[in-house]
């Protein structure tokens, strides 16, 4: 994680550190950030609003206290840019051409590449958040909830174990 966010922040795209940042805090995917816009976020509810996600219904992604400060840092660059910062403006916007990128993924992969993780694709970073919450304790319905998934059979998939989690947990009764 840290060599990927070190590629992005080397990056001469404006905003994949942070947009790579906000995936990682969030597991959100990366249609709900490449489209979200100002009006989407509520920084004193700690929530970013989803208004339809892939399941074709809206849902809520819960921000981190350190997910909360990536919106402000956006805003810092997005200002820097010459890009509106009105609450129909998009969060993260083409600075060409003031519209959401069609993709980040070219940006994406020279910086993955750079940190030698060429077979990580940017949905990983969603596996990635799910992994970190069960591995950290967060119940598998927990995740289903964050991830917004309708099925928990869907969640299973994300959700891996590191290796010495299940020896650590027989150590609980012990």
Known sequence: IKSLLSA?????????????KLLLLTGARKSELRLAK?????????????AISKSGR?????????????????????????????????????PRTGQPY???HIAFFKARDSAGLSSVR??????????LLINNGASI?????????????MTER?????????QDRVDIVA
């Not at 992005?8 to 790579?20: D, N």
């Not at 009006?39 to 700690?46: R, V, W, Y």
């Not at 990983?124 to 992994?131: E, F, I, V």
């Open 8 to 20: 992005c922040k080397r990056s001469t795209h404006p905003f994949l550190h942070l947009f790579v």
């Open 38 to 50: 100002w009006t989407c976020i509520d920084l004193q509810k700690g929530e970013l609003f989803v």
């Open 58 to 94: 809206s849902r809520t992604v819960a921000l981190s206290k350190k997910a909360l400060a990536v919106p402000e840092q956006v805003e810092l660059r997005s200002e820097a840019l010459g890009l509106p910062i009105t609450r129909d403006s998009w969060v993260f916007a083409n």
């Open 102 to 104: 069609t993709s980040l």
């Open 122 to 131: 940017m949905h990983d970073l969603r596996h990635t958040y799910a992994s």
């Open 141 to 153: 319905y927990e995740v289903q909830q964050l991830l917004g998934h309708y099925n928990i059979s």
């Open 158 to 166: 994300y959700a891996r174990l590191f290796p010495n989690t299940l």
